[in-house]
């Protein structure tokens, strides 16, 4: 009674003597009918006969067939499921640096946190197998930052996926039932039972989704690598692959990846002498060589590497009028090509400020001297750092005149003369004129709430800190920033336009019919199209672009509120005929 009926033990049992050949492949081929005619089931404690209620649950549950879509959702799930595993997400190169994968499955993003673009190519069958390796080989050419994965699919994948998603549906649809008070006894135990069935179908399905993985090709700028000389388990082929590959994508890292402890470039700033620092400041193994000894003394080393790097980019973008954050700068030194950490980061500018080879602003003042402790600040708190401003200092030559003269030109449509004086004084006089502006805006949309305060509140501050600015300083935020100045004063111009007593009713409808008609409406099976309706006024209602869109969330709105007077007038009439 207690022994589990599986194929080899019903073989066992039915064995007709010893000298018998094996009738396993019989019994299991038996076994597969009686189950295909609902008869059977295989469950955790063996084949087991089936009731006449449980022969009603197969028969429903049979019925249900996954959509492309459906397929493509579950195996987006055990995929992201499968790479969130610790060992695989573990991994460090060179034992400097973890590296997880920016995962996508088919096209579809399913996991952004990480810095290796993967991109799975899932191969149907092994005849399909071929084309898409041919596929994945041309991308990887076209796509040189990118690696692709190639899985193919067996047919108990398939099966197991449509298991699966049998499974979610009738737990999910009686699960319901019960939460009403309708389910019945027997149904009751058919759900345990399909919960148990379930979980059996969900681990057998990441297991062969594992090993189909860990059996697949890889192509990276038309090169390819089987799985079979990477390594024997997911984890080992995955790290051989980032090994592959992370030098060609971040051929610079081992230039800035150091371990930090994260005040390094405070304390660098602090700092009475360069003497007695971390062995990570000198040259060396472990060091950046960030100082260097000139006249017996050690001074900021700005030919050093990293700080050639990174003012090589702060000079690029200052010539185009880009102004550059801390958030850029990290963006763009812990993406694709360097991938260094943040501290490493903070580190190089508080090093270029304290050589004078950069300035900071933060909150709209600007700051040369390291010794000034404000300056100080954007170096002790992340947030801060990534809103501050940073900027190549250099001579106010007749280049530097030129371009804060054609900038202002872009911006007001008005001539200045070239001059530092004229210049500055006509900047002030626009910062003036914009602040006066900005104050009841601000003040606005912080009473209504609205997104994109954070935007116009900083560019107050930016104006106002023009304001304080002395004349050499005024000139060259203009030739530097003049560009951005430019967008964030007709976007606050936009912004202002838009913001009508119209549009402010507008909005205060939008949020109403978002925050309170749709939670009805959701509970009430809406259709897709108002259900991507409701998707699309929630992004817009955030969006600091929201005044770009005030046509789109009128109509969306108009829809909504439509909707909910349809379903209260149909629940109406609902009652009216009891």
Same mark, same amino acid.
């Given at each position: 009674k207690d022994l589990p009926r599986t194929v080899h033990n019903l073989s066992v049992v039915l064995h007709p003597?010893?000298?018998?050949?094996s009738i396993q492949k019989d019994v299991e081929a038996a076994l597969k009918q009686l189950e295909k005619a609902q008869i059977i089931r295989d469950t955790e404690e063996g084949y087991k006969?089936?009731?006449?209620?449980?022969? *009603?649950?197969? *028969?429903?549950?049979?019925?249900?067939?996954?959509?492309?879509?459906?397929?493509?959702?579950?195996?987006?799930?055990?995929?992201?499921?499968?790479?969130?595993?610790?060992?695989?997400?573990?991994?460090?190169?060179?034992?400097?640096?973890?590296?997880?994968?920016?995962?996508?499955?088919?096209?579809?993003?399913v996991e952004s946190d990480g810095q290796v673009p993967l991109k799975l190519l899932l191969a149907q069958d092994t005849d399909d197998f071929p084309l898409r390796c041919a596929e994945a080989r041309e991308s990887s050419l076209s796509n040189s930052q990118e690696v692709y994965w190639v899985v193919t699919f067996s047919e108990e994948i398939h099966q #197991?996926?449509?298991?699966?998603?049998?499974?979610?549906?009738?737990?999910?649809?009686?699960?319901? #039932?019960?939460?009403q008070g309708k389910l019945t006894p027997e149904e009751a135990s058919c759900l345990a039972e399909e919960?148990?069935?379930?979980?059996?179908?969900?681990?057998?399905?990441? *297991?062969?989704?594992?090993?189909?993985?860990?059996?697949?090709?890889?192509?990276?700028?038309?090169?390819?690598?089987?799985?079979?000389?990477?390594?024997?388990?997911?984890p080992d082929v995955l790290a051989k692959l980032f090994d592959w590959i992370i030098p060609d994508l971040y051929p610079k890292l081992e230039m800035g990846i150091r371990p930090l402890k994260g005040t390094e470039a405070r304390d660098f700033l602090m700092a009475v002498n360069l003497n007695g620092l971390s062995p990570v400041f000198y040259d060396g193994d472990n060091g950046?060589?960030?100082?260097?000894?000139?006249?017996?003394?050690?001074?900021?080393?700005?030919?050093?590497?990293?700080?050639?790097e990174i003012l090589a980019y702060l000079l690029r973008e200052h010539k185009y009028g880009n102004k550059v954050t801390g958030k850029m700068l990290e963006s763009h030194f812990q993406g694709l090509g360097y991938g260094w950490d943040g501290a490493v980061i903070h580190l190089v500018l508080a090093v270029l400020l304290r050589g004078g080879?950069?300035?900071?602003? #933060?909150?709209?003042?600007?700051?040369?001297?390291?010794?000034?402790?404000?300056?100080?600040?954007?170096?002790?708190?992340?947030?801060?750092?990534?809103?501050?401003?940073f900027a190549p200092r250099e001579p106010i030559d007749l280049r530097i005149l030129a371009d804060a003269a054609r900038n202002f030109e872009e911006i007001t449509g008005k001539e200045v003369e070239i001059e530092e004086g004229d210049i500055a004084e006509a900047f002030k006089t626009l910062a003036h004129e914009d602040r006066e502006k900005l104050l009841p805006l601000v003040a606005g949309m912080r009473a209504l709430k609205l997104p994109g305060l954070e935007f116009i509140e900083n560019h107050l501050q930016t104006v106002e800190g023009i304001l304080d600015m002395p004349a050499d300083d005024c000139v060259r935020t203009l030739a530097g920033e003049g560009k951005s100045y430019k967008e964030a004063r007709l976007r606050a111009a936009r912004l202002a336009e838009a913001l009508t007593d119209d549009s402010i009713e507008l909005m205060k409808k939008a949020h109403q019919a978002l925050n309170? /008609?749709?939670?009805?409406?959701?509970? #009430?099976?809406? *259709?897709?199209?108002?259900?991507?309706?409701?998707?699309?006024?929630?992004?817009?209602?955030?969006?600091?672009?929201?005044?770009?869109? /005030?046509?789109?969330?009128?109509?969306a709105t108009a829809a909504m509120l439509q909707a909910y007077r349809n379903l209260y007038e149909g629940i109406h009439q609902r009652r009216a005929a009891l």
């Open positions: 003597s010893v000298e018998a050949e006969l089936l009731s006449a209620q449980e022969k *009603t649950w197969d *028969t429903q549950r049979n019925a249900l067939e996954p959509k492309p879509a459906d397929r493509n959702r579950i195996l987006r799930e055990f995929f992201r499921n499968i790479f969130a595993d610790p060992k695989i997400k573990s991994y460090k190169y060179s034992n400097m640096k973890p590296f997880r994968a920016v995962l996508w499955v088919e096209g579809e993003l #197991h996926v449509q298991e699966a998603f049998r499974s979610r549906e009738m737990v999910s649809n009686f699960e319901r #039932h019960a939460a919960k148990m069935r379930q979980d059996r179908y969900q681990r057998e399905l990441r *297991t062969r989704l594992s090993d189909a993985l860990k059996s697949g090709s890889g192509f990276f700028r038309g090169v390819q690598k089987d799985s079979s000389v990477l390594g024997q388990s997911l950046l060589n960030l100082v260097t000894k000139q006249g017996g003394k050690f001074v900021p080393n700005l030919a050093a590497d990293v700080c050639r080879a950069v300035e900071v602003t #933060h909150q709209g003042r600007k700051y040369r001297n390291y010794n000034d402790p404000a300056c100080r600040e954007p170096f002790a708190n992340v947030p801060k750092f990534r809103a501050a401003s309170d /008609l749709w939670p009805v409406l959701a509970g #009430h099976e809406p *259709t897709v199209e108002l259900r991507k309706l409701s998707e699309e006024l929630s992004e817009q209602l955030e969006s600091d672009q929201f005044f770009e869109s /005030l046509e789109a969330i009128k109509q």
